[in-house]
């Protein structure tokens, strides 16, 4: 049901790229009013940290540990909830004092999270299992 997918974001202005290079990526995300990770699950989540550190707020669903990852730094929907999805958009979309809000909020949530940091922990992990 892909084409159809692709089709009615279409129809309703939504701008489908396909593959986009990674400079293209940040002035696609420097541009943006919202970002939309409409997962269903999701591994981490590395593109909403992205948007965060680009300055842009994040409308996530609560699909696997994206939940986790955004925090209060964006506004959580139910990827199964069409509504919730349209109502959590709209809130960010018709207010710019809670965008300004979840921008501030967005880049200090990116602060939580790093390759050195990620990195440390892993290893103390793996150091006090053996």
């Known amino acids: 049901m892909y084409d159809d997918v692709v089709e009615m974001a ?8 396909g593959y986009t ?3 293209e990526r940040y002035s696609l995300l420097g541009n943006a009013l919202v970002y939309v990770q409409p997962s269903i699950s999701e591994g981490f989540g590395l593109p909403v940290l992205e948007a965060m550190a ?3 707020p994040v409308v996530s669903s609560n699909g696997g540990a994206l939940a986790e990852v955004v925090g209060d730094a964006g506004v959580l929907f139910d990827p199964y909830d069409l509504s919730d999805i349209f ?5 960010i979309v ?10 501030t909020k967005g880049h200090q949530r990116t602060k939580d999270f790093s390759w050195q940091m990620a990195a440390e922990r892993t290893y ?3 150091i006090s299992k053996y």
């Open 21 to 23: 290079s990674e400079a």
């Open 87 to 91: 109502d959590k958009l709209s809130l």
């Open 124 to 126: 103390n992990t793996l």
């Open 54 to 56: 680009a300055g842009v």
């Open 94 to 103: 018709n207010s710019s004092k809670l965008r300004k809000e979840l921008i």
């Open 10 to 17: 279409k129809k309703h202005g939504v701008i489908t790229t």
